[in-house]
Nanobody, 127 residues
């Protein structure tokens, strides 16, 4: 079983940066791909970015391309989401998720492909 714990959220002004962390426990084979999703109040949970654990291949939602960067530190069992040039519309609860299945990275936008989820961390961007 994989446990995921997010941290790093907060309240920032538009244009600022934040780095979210997702600490993962459990066997490496149980978390082949990790992803970040976000959910704004009254809206569905949306894909943000994903990364394969073994070789660091990434995939991004169009809305964050060029502003957000997903990375992983295998020595720390942690995945990061560096968020730059934040906008008020980035306000949401951000969730980390993992899957043990070797899906194509481009398919990892689907919520149903992930088996484990963290509790989320709130990001609020003021205008």
């Amino acid at each position: 079983q994989v446990q995921l714990v997010e941290s790093g959220g907060g309240l920032v002004q538009a244009g600022a940066s934040l780095r979210l962390s997702c600490a993962a426990s459990g066997r490496t084979s149980s978390r082949r791909t990790l992803g970040w999703f976000r959910q704004a109040p009254g809206k569905e949970r949306d894909f943000v970015a994903a990364i394969t654990w073994s070789d660091g291949i990434t995939h991004y939602a169009d809305s964050v391309k060029g502003r957000f960067t997903i990375s992983r530190d295998t020595s720390k069992n942690t995945v990061y989401l560096q968020m730059n040039s934040l906008k008020p519309e980035d306000t949401a609860v951000y969730y980390c998720a993992s899957t043990r299945m070797p899906y194509l990275i481009t398919t990892m936008t689907r919520i149903d492909l992930y088996e484990n989820w963290g509790q989320g961390t709130q990001v609020t961007v003021s205008s």
